[in-house]
């Protein structure tokens, strides 16, 4: 069974509307969790490291202040996207793992759709 | 230079065959090594993970992983319709002070009737 949950899967709203995704770890803690953007035929691109209890770190070319992370608990990251405009329209996709080297686990993605 | 390669594909197999996925790295020091699939408007799945260099094996899915050459495979045994997909490389890279699952541009695999 699934081992990470996201919500919700599919977001349609207006330009400048504000978006939240969840992401939850079901059966260990993570303390690390890991966000991806992949657009269409294209691979899957690190957004930022999210961490409990402390900021996310974030890849060169992600803004920070557009794209909110908050690692509030061991089983949950949440990701919001701000002021979202059309060009942000992706499919989103968080992951964790167990252990720092080991495989991470992706949860079913959020597909954005910002008109 | 990308730091995973691997061909876009399409790679085209007939049901029944052996279908071969390639993908090369950049830095010498990764030790884990992971294949995920993942189907059109899907999150990938895990399929194999390997960190010693060798084959590893698990069911139709065998993992051969060269440190040397920096080169590990995924071959797919009986190839079936339903394994058609995009097949990802990724590698465990140290980077910026932590460790980063970097992914390849993915292999598209075909399998026909």
């Known amino acids: 069974g699934a081992v990470v949950s996201q919500h919700p899967s599919w977001v349609i709203c207006k330009s400048g509307t504000s978006v939240k995704i969840e992401c939850r770890s079901l059966?260990?803690?993570?303390?690390?969790m890991f966000w991806y953007r992949q657009f269409p035929k294209q691979s899957l691109m690190l957004m930022a490291t999210?961490?409990?209890?402390?900021?996310?770190?974030?890849e060169q070319g992600v803004e920070k202040d557009k794209f909110l992370i908050n690692h509030a608990s061991l089983t949950l990251s949440t990701l919001t996207v701000t002021s979202a405009h059309p060009e942000d329209s992706s499919f989103y996709i968080c992951?964790?793992?167990?252990?720092?080297?080991?495989?991470?686990?992706f949860g079913d993605g959020t597909r954005l759709s910002i008109l | 230079q990308k730091e995973v390669e691997q061909n876009s594909g399409p790679l085209s197999v007939p049901e029944g065959a052996i279908a071969s996925l390639n993908c090369t790295y950049s830095?010498?020091?990764?030790?884990?090594f992971f294949w995920y699939r993942q189907y059109s408007g899907k999150s990938p799945e895990l399929i194999m993970s390997?960190?010693?260099?060798g084959d590893k094996e698990d069911g139709r899915f065998t993992a051969q992983l060269n440190k040397a050459s920096q080169y590990v495979s995924l071959l797919i045994r009986d190839s079936q319709p339903s394994d058609s997909a995009t097949y990802l490389c990724?590698?465990?890279?140290?980077?910026?002070?932590?460790?980063?699952?970097?992914f390849g541009a993915g292999t598209r695999l075909a399998v026909h009737p």
């Open positions: 059966d260990f803690q993570a303390t690390t």
């Open positions: 999210s961490n409990e209890g402390s900021k996310a770190t974030y």
């Open positions: 830095d010498r020091g990764s030790q884990s």
């Open positions: 390997i960190y010693s260099n």
């Open positions: 992951s964790a793992n167990r252990e720092n080297d080991q495989p991470q686990h």
């Open positions: 990724a590698v465990i890279m140290f980077s910026g002070g932590y460790n980063k699952l970097i």
